[in-house]
């Protein structure tokens, strides 16, 4: 079962990369998905599911933290420079030209060059900036990715005694009271983007990651119900279409979204349907990471070269804008992300030693077979092309 391929959750995962386009676009869209955010939770969610699947048994082999985490860094890293040059783009053109609109999703925002050189060494080692309101300043949607790795840091170091099923559900339900108890303190489930609602985010993240452990581990005992992959792609959307309330929010975290995620893995598509899946899945990291800086950039040039208001295009120009984001982050997936992964991989990660015995090592693309927020890939194996 190893190499099983979740090519539904892949799809979803897409979807809900979509979703966050969707939400945060307003000049292209508008707010047709006003509760979209949701989907940082599912992401969560399936990181955990995935990773569970890629790597309880490289550790029972002998993977060490240190290795996990370096491969974990060397999956992420390249997609995110890329997006952290984008940002700086940002920057530098909002000084150029005092360009609110090139940052119009933060408009009292303005960078100067002693900001900029104090958030550069944080934003190049892929750390939080200490001295920013937002984690990450340069590419604030990446504040998601660093509490996935924080969630995979307590993972792998406590991972003999989440071999414990007793423990794991205990963490589940003491970071999900945790979760709760935090939501309805600061009435929203959207925590964790800055540094006020840090706790909050750290709760959030290890309910999500950690139940995606546990569904791993049971998803193949539970008897569900077999879903058409093409509905399951459907239901965030439609969940995410209304102005949901933050209790109903905390409930889809809570269990809406896990189950869409157990039901996922029980539904396999066929043909075009796994063709879709697949492509939504191979691009989602990139389209996450990107998407924010470039609608952004792209919103600016626009209206400063051309003196063009994309919000009078909408919505058919944020379409436009959608086909060209996901055509374009499955050729980067191709062409840059996966090779230079497998660059990385290669400098930087050794091969796994177990009792004093040399394992060959697998095609070093599949030293990161995982793609959560950050592109969360259940495929794994060496038949797995992007294992």
């Not at 047709?32 to 699947?53: E, I, K, R």
């Amino acid at each position: 079962m190893k190499d099983r391929a979740f090519r539904t959750l892949d799809g979803i995962r897409g979807v809900a990369a979509l979703c966050i386009v969707v939400l945060h676009s307003h000049r292209y869209f508008g707010d047709p998905l006003p509760s979209a955010q949701m989907a940082v939770d599912l992401f969560f969610v399936l990181s955990g599911f995935v990773l569970a699947h890629a790597y309880e048994e490289r550790f029972r082999e002998g993977m060490s933290p240190w290795r996990f985490m370096l491969a974990r860094y060397v999956r992420l890293y390249p997609v995110y420079l890329l997006g952290t040059i984008l940002g700086l783009v940002q920057a530098l053109c909002m000084m150029r030209y005092q360009g609110q609109e090139v940052m119009e999703n933060h408009p009292d925002q303005e960078w100067t060059w002693s900001q900029l050189l104090v958030d550069l060494p944080f934003a190049a080692l892929m750390l939080p900036d200490p001295f920013a309101a937002a984690l990450f300043p340069l590419n604030g949607i990446m504040w998601s990715i660093f509490f996935e790795l924080l969630a995979n840091l307590v993972w792998v170091l406590s991972r003999r005694l989440l071999e414990s099923t007793k423990v794991l559900v205990g963490v589940v339900l003491v970071s999900g009271v945790l979760f709760t108890g935090a939501a309805l303190w600061w009435d929203s489930t959207a925590l964790g983007v800055g540094w006020d609602t840090f706790a909050g985010g750290l709760a959030r993240v290890l309910y999500s990651f950690m139940l995606g452990v546990l569904l791993h581990r049971f998803h193949r005992a539970v008897r569900a119900p077999r879903i058409h992959p093409l509905l399951l792609l459907g239901v965030l959307p439609a969940l995410a279409a209304f102005d949901l309330s933050t209790i109903s929010q905390l409930c889809c975290a809570l269990v809406v979204l896990p189950l869409l995620v157990l039901l996922g893995a029980k539904a396999e598509p066929q043909g075009a349907t796994a063709l879709l899946c697949t492509r939504l899945g191979l691009a989602s990291y990139a389209v996450y990471a990107l998407h924010k800086r470039l609608y952004m950039l792209s919103c600016g040039i626009l209206l400063q070269f051309f003196g063009l208001r994309v919000e009078q295009y909408a919505p058919w120009g944020g379409l436009v804008f959608l086909v060209l984001l996901v055509s374009g982050c499955v050729l980067l997936a191709d062409r840059f992300e996966t090779p230079a992964r497998r660059a990385l991989s290669r400098r930087l990660i050794p091969p796994l030693v177990v009792t004093s015995k040399v394992i060959a090592s697998p095609p070093r693309q599949s030293e990161d077979p995982d793609r959560g927020p950050d592109n969360s890939r259940p495929q794994v194996g060496p038949s797995s092309k992007n294992s």
